[in-house]
């Protein structure tokens, strides 16, 4: 059984947050990913916190809805008997990292795609999961990917982004890939 430690605090008073279901959601990407142990912490903060740490830590001078940091990462053949999986990126590794969430971005962004809150904190949540866990979204194969893997972590939790379903469904193989 994997080992995966998840602390998750909330500094912020826009929006409620249930930590057991970010906790849940975060074990079960981890499990899905194949992560063999992980130590994450996620912090969800407002838009001005989280625009400091982009200006700080990446020169970034915005506020964004999700900053992923990987303390460190390596991969142990032994913790899952073979060699990583590439269709995986997190078999067989260890890793430690950060998530930084702002809250007021999910509640922003959720308003204007018409679902919950809730549900745009989660897909914050997983999509800085998988880049800890090596996903990339800067080409178009990659975003797709990206996309995938987000559309299945949150099937699993019967999370589905309306205004981003045709791109779900897509990355479920539910309507052909372009």
């Not at 142990?37 to 912090?43: F, R």
């Not at 940091?69 to 142990?76: A, I």
């Not at 897909?123 to 800067?138: A, E, K, P, S």
């Given at each position: 059984?994997p080992?995966?430690?998840?602390?998750?605090?909330?500094?912020?008073?826009?929006?409620?947050?249930?930590?057991?279901?970010l906790?849940?959601?975060?074990?079960?990407?981890?499990?899905?990913?194949?992560?063999?142990?992980?130590?994450?912490?996620?912090?969800i903060?407002?838009?001005?916190?989280?625009?400091?740490?982009?200006?700080?830590?990446?020169?970034?001078?915005?506020?964004?809805?999700?900053?992923?940091?990987?303390?460190e990462c390596?991969?142990?053949?032994?913790?899952?008997?073979?060699w990583?999986?590439?269709?995986?990126?997190?078999?067989?590794?260890?890793?430690?990292?950060?998530?930084?969430?702002?809250?007021?971005?999910?509640?922003?962004?959720?308003?204007?795609?018409?679902?919950?809150p809730?549900?745009?904190?989660?897909?914050?949540?997983?999509?800085g999961?998988l880049?800890?866990?090596?996903?990339?979204?800067?080409?178009?194969?990659?975003?797709?990917?990206?996309?995938?893997r987000?559309?299945?972590?949150?099937?699993?939790?019967?999370i589905v982004?309306?205004?981003?379903?045709?791109?779900?469904?897509?990355?479920?193989?539910?309507?052909?890939s372009?």
């Amino acid at each position: 059984m994997p080992d995966f430690s998840i602390a998750v605090v909330s500094r912020q008073r826009e929006l409620r947050v249930d930590r057991s279901r970010l906790i849940r959601l975060a074990r079960s990407v981890l499990r899905q990913e194949q992560v063999a142990t992980a130590d994450i912490s996620v912090a969800i903060l407002d838009d001005r916190e989280i625009h400091e740490i982009n200006r700080r830590f990446l020169n970034h001078d915005y506020a964004t809805d999700v900053i992923s940091f990987t303390l460190e990462c390596r991969v142990d053949a032994t913790a899952s008997g073979k060699w990583p999986n590439p269709a995986r990126r997190g078999t067989a590794k260890t890793i430690e990292g950060e998530i930084v969430i702002s809250a007021q971005a999910a509640v922003r962004n959720a308003a204007s795609y018409g679902i919950g809150p809730q549900n745009e904190l989660a897909l914050y949540l997983v999509h800085g999961l998988l880049h800890i866990c090596g996903y990339d979204d800067r080409t178009p194969s990659e975003k797709y990917l990206m996309r995938r893997r987000e559309a299945e972590a949150l099937s699993a939790f019967d999370i589905v982004v309306p205004s981003r379903a045709s791109k779900l469904n897509r990355a479920l193989g539910r309507i052909e890939s372009p």
